[in-house]
């Protein structure tokens, strides 16, 4: 999947439940990087929304998944 570049990212803090969302994650040179597949928030946890297992991230940042049309 690929994902389109168009929507402002917002804080991880206020990401939705309810949605495939573009998550961006700090690498341990402190670069932020956005995860090549979608994800959903769970409560407290983060789940890849393509398997649904648990994966241990802390986002940074958020934005909706959108498919290149």
Same mark, same amino acid.
């Given at each position: 999947m690929?994902h389109? =570049? &168009?929507v402002e +990212? =917002?804080p991880? &803090?206020i *990401? /939705?439940?309810?949605?495939? #969302?573009e998550v961006?994650?700090? $690498?341990? $040179?402190g670069?932020? #990087?956005?995860?090549?597949?979608?994800c959903?928030?769970?409560?407290?946890?983060?789940?890849d *929304? &393509?398997n649904?297992k648990h994966? $241990?991230?802390? /986002?940074?940042l958020?934005?909706k +998944?959108?498919? &290149?049309r």
């Amino acid at each position: 999947m690929t994902h389109i =570049l &168009s929507v402002e +990212w =917002l804080p991880a &803090s206020i *990401a /939705p439940t309810d949605d495939d #969302l573009e998550v961006c994650v700090m $690498d341990y $040179d402190g670069i932020v #990087l956005a995860l090549p597949y979608p994800c959903h928030k769970k409560g407290a946890e983060w789940v890849d *929304a &393509s398997n649904k297992k648990h994966i $241990d991230i802390q /986002p940074t940042l958020w934005r909706k +998944w959108a498919e &290149s049309r």
